[in-house]
């Protein structure tokens, strides 16, 4: 009896020691690293616009994505006893107020602009993407301050906002536009543009389409055991940024559980730091954090795999600052670590934006959303108060149903992903019976081998660079045979806006069929490799005649494809006869076999592109591309 009591006031003194130690000491310590960040809202911000200095540098401009950070930050600092209610109102206020006075478009305020006057600075762009952050702050203090003056301005500011003239006439969001040259870029890819999707389609005003949040990529691959819905540069930030407002735990769409899938990104950022320690002593040190970030030779979007992976031994802090919420047992001991065992890096605010041990460098100046990626993410570990509050507004929850949350977790991407661009299939060609003539006349064709590209029945076909309207925006059937010598294909494309204006090997920018070959069916690397072939033929150019060109192992005109192109009603025919000669390695053999597809790419008038390409796979091994499979039977 007298063991078993010692054994239970052991256990109680070794518990309460942790508490006095390890839990407490992390709440102080925690607490500090709060007060820095939020310290950096208050001191940069003018009290009297209430614009937020983009970044501590003396000469920054003030951007909309720090003033949602700031706003975010002000019920944290008053929760906190930083500040009174009091000096948070009269904040919030006065940025509303400035907000309100700003020159717009559609609602949209330039990116970066003066502190003092709110003019626009540095040829800004407007974007979705800042935009998103921004109203996520003003929607978090409209709520905050609820039945107020600021929750009526941050009303008003959301449903100003003109989400579907973003789309520019297509199913995504654009990424940026400017008064000089219009929108450019887009968000057709899964990146921290998902908080602005779910914010678009809540809008009271000016809501997109529900099934936009079903058109942009969601490419999926592994590194090593870990495999997720990856970010495009591997930059931990795009995973996280959304989840500083955006409550995901225990929640997925059809296709992820996106708080899982942050999970593992970090885990797989964290791993690919440890996998290279012997290249970086950053790394080597056990510092990880591999995100966009300043660094010895300028920003860079540093990242890890999956993803472009760029990577020179630079970490940047906040990363793992806000990572806590998702992996506290890994996040809170090494972000602290980076405190102890590198004192240069820690200022005014905490830690500095990035530091790389190797070359004995730490950035001079702060970031305003990386330190309010940190403030928010340590909140939400501490008492979801971020969440609580942005998630308790009545556009987010149209936006979140839209999208089609529903409650649960998942740990691993859903099979719907793989639907949306990463196909395997495969189309088996027959011997022809008949001799085919190249003039274009496809009435011979009857009874061939078919590949369909319509946005009507996806199943393998990849929508990449733009929106597919209709079958007369963008469609085709193509047929395919084979002899002794060549291998034939020929199609009716439809394209309702013929645009043909490049000459050699540019003509893939207008439009065109492409035709690509895998031969050796290792990935597709446009690498000049000996069994990697890619031609185009456009239905007309400078001279008001077709032209072919190749790419792949070869660069330049090819001398011995036979191919015809006839103007028809809506779009046109093409007709070729390549060689096996020219396909480099594949025999004409009956069941020979190898990595095949073929695409429309479409150009318009206002030189917006688009592309529908047949079973290919862009995204499961970033660098390489993979094809579905073309064989040859009787």
């Not at 003030?62 to 009174?84: D, Q, V």
């Not at 660079?465 to 034939?488: C, I, M, P, Q, R």
């Amino acid at each position: 009896m007298i063991v078993k009591v010692l054994v239970i006031l052991t256990a109680f003194l070794v518990g309460f020691f942790y508490f006095e130690n390890g839990a407490q000491a992390d709440e102080k310590f925690l607490d500090k690293v709060q007060k820095e960040a939020f310290d950096y809202f208050w001191n940069e911000t003018n009290p009297k616009t209430g614009f937020t200095s983009n970044t501590s540098e003396r000469s920054s401009p003030a951007s909309n994505a720090a003033a949602g950070f700031m706003l975010s930050a002000l019920p944290i600092g008053i929760e906190r006893g930083w500040i009174t209610g009091e000096e948070g109102y009269e904040r919030a206020l006065t940025a509303l107020k400035s907000f309100r006075k700003i020159e717009t478009f559609h609602g949209f305020t330039y990116h970066y602009f003066n502190k003092n006057t709110g003019q626009r600075m540095w040829a800004s762009e407007v974007s979705s993407i800042d935009t998103g952050l921004f109203l996520a702050g003003v929607i978090t203090i409209g709520e905050y301050f609820k039945g107020t003056e600021v929750e009526k301005l941050a009303d008003e500011i959301f449903k100003k906002i003109d989400w579907q003239w973003f789309l520019d006439g297509e199913n995504v969001l654009q990424m940026a536009w400017k008064p000089e040259r219009g929108f450019f870029a887009r968000i057709d890819v899964f990146s921290e543009g998902i908080l602005s999707y779910i914010l678009a389609m809540g809008s009271p005003t000016h809501p997109i389409p529900a099934d936009c949040w079903d058109s942009f990529l969601r490419p999926v691959s592994k590194y090593g055991d870990y495999e997720l819905i990856y970010a495009s540069d591997g930059g931990l930030f795009q995973y996280l940024f959304p989840l500083a407002w955006l409550d995901l735990v225990d929640k997925h769409d059809k296709y992820a559980d996106y708080w899982q899938n942050a999970i593992v990104a970090i885990k797989a950022n964290r791993q690919y730091c440890r996998d290279n320690a012997d290249k970086h002593q950053t790394y080597k040190m056990g510092f990880w954090g591999l995100s966009a970030s300043l660094s010895p030779r300028g920003y860079k979007a540093f990242g890890a795999k999956p993803g472009k992976n760029i990577d020179d031994g630079t970490v940047a802090p906040y990363v793992v600052g806000g990572s806590i919420p998702l992996t506290p047992e890994i996040s809170v001991k090494e972000y602290r670590m980076m405190y102890e065992k590198n004192p240069r890096a820690v200022k005014k605010y905490g830690l500095v934006d990035a530091f790389n041990i190797g070359e004995n460098w730490v950035s001079s100046y702060y970031i305003s959303i990386d330190k309010g990626l940190t403030l928010l993410m340590i909140e939400n570990y501490r008492s979801g108060l971020i969440w609580k509050y942005f998630m308790q507004n009545k556009y987010v929850k149209v936006g979140m149903r839209k999208a089609g949350f529903e409650s649960g977790r998942q740990y691993k991407p859903s099979k719907s992903v793989y639907l949306a661009g990463n196909p395997h299939d495969s189309v088996k060609v027959k011997k022809l019976k008949r001799q085919i003539k190249i003039d274009g006349d496809l009435s011979e064709w009857n009874g061939a081998s078919l590949v369909t590209l319509t946005t009507k029945n996806n199943k393998n076909v990849e929508i990449t660079h733009g929106y597919v309207k209709d079958d007369s925006d963008a469609s085709g059937t193509f047929y395919l045979g084979w002899d002794e010598e060549n291998l034939y294909i020929a199609g009716k494309v439809s394209d309702n806006e013929l645009v043909c204006t490049e000459i050699n090997g540019k003509i893939y920018l207008d439009d065109c069929v492409e035709v690509f070959f895998d031969v050796n069916k290792n990935g597709y690397y446009f690498d000049k490799n000996a069994y990697d072939y890619q031609f185009a033929v456009a239905p007309y150019g400078p001279g008001e005649t077709s032209r072919i060109w190749a790419w792949g192992y070869r660069n330049k005109e090819p001398e011995n494809i036979r191919y015809a192109v006839r103007f028809v009603k809506g779009g046109y025919t093409v007709e070729m006869a390549i060689p096996f000669d020219e396909i480099n390695g594949f025999r004409p053999v009956k069941g020979e076999d190898t990595g095949f597809s073929i695409s429309i790419h479409d150009r318009d008038a206002n030189n917006k592109t688009k592309k529908l390409t047949w079973s290919i796979d862009s995204t499961s091994q970033p660098g390489k591309i993979f094809f579905g499979t073309l064989s040859l039977v009787d």
